[in-house]
């Protein structure tokens, strides 16, 4: 039976890198990577020497299909993303559907995953929570997306680059006002890592955020306590 397992890398210290992931690695017959020169580090600090396929956004639709078909070349293959789980917000999830219909079977390397640390650390409520990936890149896309998800009243996760961080509280302070209260957390993980907790208009005034990888959390909307008599 053909495999294709996904291996999840550290966010960023090398502590928290999964024991098994150097298992998986060494075992596989074939390696994919995210970004050269990342992956390359990665197997050089667990003392792997072996050759390795990428897979990115710049990956063309007609180099993912071959890819897929090399799958069933070999009997263990896996994917290893830049930091977190494969499949979330990265090029894994280009292969996992395709490898589902070629008939491999597809198998988790469990580990840490940076919208799941933040929603934790964040100490807002996860029943329910929506997982929204990146956010539209335009102002008015954005805030116009945005107030749309904050009618559903869920706790709110998303990613954003270290670049428009500044650009996205300042579209949460808009939207929200004092409202609901933000998370956002840069570098998870990282000897670097910081927090902030507050409207986002309290966060907006600590002054510009250090240039980290942010995730975003939004508290739910509160519900009303319900009585015997309501």
Not at 167 to 188: D, F, N, W
Request: with cysteine; net charge positive; charged share 25%.
């Amino acid at each position: 039976m053909n495999e294709l397992y996904l291996v999840s890398n550290s966010l960023g210290s090398d502590l928290d890198l999964p024991p098994r992931t150097k298992l998986i690695l060494d075992s596989a017959d074939l390696i994919i990577g995210e970004e050269q020169r990342t992956t390359s580090t990665l197997l050089k600090k667990l003392g792997i020497s072996k050759p390795f396929e990428i897979l990115n956004e710049h990956t063309k639709a007609e180099e993912l299909e071959a890819l897929g078909y090399r799958l069933l070349e070999f009997k263990k293959s896996c994917i290893v993303s830049d930091s977190g789980n494969p499949g979330i917000c990265d090029p894994a999830s280009r292969l996992v559907p395709l490898a589902w219909e070629l008939g491999i079977r597809v198998r988790s390397c469990p580990g840490p995953s940076a919208f799941v640390s933040g929603l934790t650390a964040s100490g807002f409520s996860a029943e329910p929570f929506s997982f929204l990936g990146f956010l539209p890149r335009e102002d008015r896309e954005r805030e116009k997306s945005l107030r749309s998800y904050l009618e559903w009243g869920h706790t709110l996760v998303f990613y954003e680059t270290p670049y428009r961080t500044r650009q996205v509280l300042e579209t949460l302070a808009k939207s929200l006002g004092s409202s609901r209260l933000v998370y956002l957390g840069l570098g998870i993980g990282l000897e670097t890592e910081v927090s902030y907790r507050g409207t986002a208009k309290e966060i907006l005034a600590k002054g510009t955020p250090p240039k980290l990888p942010p995730v975003f959390v939004i508290e739910g909307k509160k519900r009303a306590v319900r009585t015997k008599n309501s």
